[in-house]
């Protein structure tokens, strides 16, 4: 059993940043390849970043350049540096990890971008 909690959302202005975390419960953290997804009302949960058990990244086209997921696995934290945010940003962002083929999740974390 996994449990992931997410922290770090909230309101923020186009064109600033925020940095969500994830914190993973359990010793195999190591083991999982991590991700976080976004959700907007109506819309299926996107793939938004992901970063294996060796580190190797890999983005959304509508966020790579902007936005930044790494781990670290002393913590059993993986992170989600998100930066120059647009109005379209806004979502709620999930943490997933999968482990040797099973997925877990997070209870999510709204981000809204406003002026």
């Known amino acids: 059993q996994v449990q992931l909690v997410e922290s770090g959302g909230g309101l923020v202005q186009p064109g600033g940043s925020l940095r969500l975390s994830c914190a993973a419960s359990?010793?195999?953290?190591?083991?999982?390849?991590m991700g976080w997804y976004q959700q907007t009302p109506g819309k299926q949960r996107e793939l938004v970043a992901t970063?294996?058990?060796?580190?190797?990244?890999n983005y959304a086209d509508s966020v790579n350049g902007r936005f930044t997921i790494s781990r670290d696995n002393a913590k059993n934290t993986v992170f989600l540096q998100m930066n120059s945010l647009k109005p379209e940003d806004t979502a709620v962002y999930y943490c997933?990890?999968?482990?040797?083929?099973?997925?877990?999740w997070g209870q999510g974390t709204q981000v809204t971008v406003s002026s």
């Open positions: 970063i294996t058990t060796g580190g190797r990244t």
């Open positions: 997933s990890a999968n482990i040797f083929g099973l997925p877990y």
């Open positions: 359990g010793s195999i953290f190591s083991l999982a390849n």
